[in-house]
């Protein structure tokens, strides 16, 4: 089965840049989508289609992809950031759905 | 408004099942998959199930099969999920999540059901 692989934490000072990767044999021909979800809470969409934006994400988060990661990036952080993130990913070889690990991002 | 309500937690002790519900609001039922997606305590995500409440057809997670059923009442715009046979490992935050189709992403999120399974 296809497994996504992301590192458990990243810490960030405030105003610096966080990136949160996500490996996968070949993931950069895949479509990748990221949740970020805060203690107690549901996770939300930040990232889907790779790049894309819902409503309300500000422009600060972005993705990207290379051949073998996908990279979530979150610029100027916030105290407001710190959440744990997830990429996630639709198999079509068995039609299940795939989620990372999960990495923990805290705010120094 | 646009939601999914999920039913209220459960405890239940090892071999038995447990059923939850997932009631949708404020979009056209029929014109979105559900899924089930799990969280064990200070766990990740595990995408369990699907349906596709147009036709009733469903896909299972391949470790979850034969255990897990999930069934939709276009009616009611209710979608159901039993886990039977429960063991401790299956003590998780359930929830229940829309996607547009089988290849997006999960926009909306219901705000999750706690099952216990304890002896």
């Known amino acids: 089965s296809y497994v996504l692989t992301q590192p458990p934490s990243v810490s960030v000072a405030p105003g610096e840049t966080a990136r949160i990767t996500c490996g996968g044999n070949n993931i950069g021909r895949q479509t990748v989508h990221w949740y970020q979800q805060k203690p107690g809470q549901a996770p939300v969409v930040v990232i889907y289609?790779?790049?894309d934006r819902p409503a309300g994400i500000p422009e600060r988060l972005s993705g990207s992809k290379s051949a073998n990661t996908a990279t979530l990036t979150i610029s100027r952080v916030e105290a407001g950031d710190e959440a744990d993130y997830f990429c996630?990913?639709?198999?079509?070889?068995?039609?299940?759905?795939?989620f990372g690990s999960g990495t923990k991002v805290t705010v120094l | 408004q646009v939601q999914l309500v999920q039913s209220g937690a459960e405890v239940k002790k090892p071999g038995a099942s447990v059923r939850i519900s997932c009631r949708s609001s404020g979009y056209s039922f029929s014109s979105f998959h559900i899924h089930w997606v799990r969280q064990a305590p200070g766990h990740g995500l595990e995408w369990m199930a699907r349906?596709?409440?147009?036709?009733?057809?469903?896909t299972y997670a391949q470790n979850l099969q034969g255990r897990v059923i999930v069934a939709s009442d276009t009616s009611t715009r209710t979608v159901y999920m039993e886990l039977s046979s429960l063991r401790s490992e299956d003590t998780a935050i359930y929830y229940c999540?829309?996607?547009?189709?089988?290849?997006?992403?999960?926009?909306?999120w219901g705000r999750g059901t706690l099952v216990t399974v304890y002896s």
């Open positions: 996630q990913l639709w198999d079509s070889d068995t039609d299940h759905y795939v």
């Open positions: 289609y790779d790049n």
């Open positions: 999540v829309r996607s547009k189709d089988i290849v997006t992403y999960f926009d909306l």
């Open positions: 349906i596709n409440p147009s036709d009733d057809t469903t």
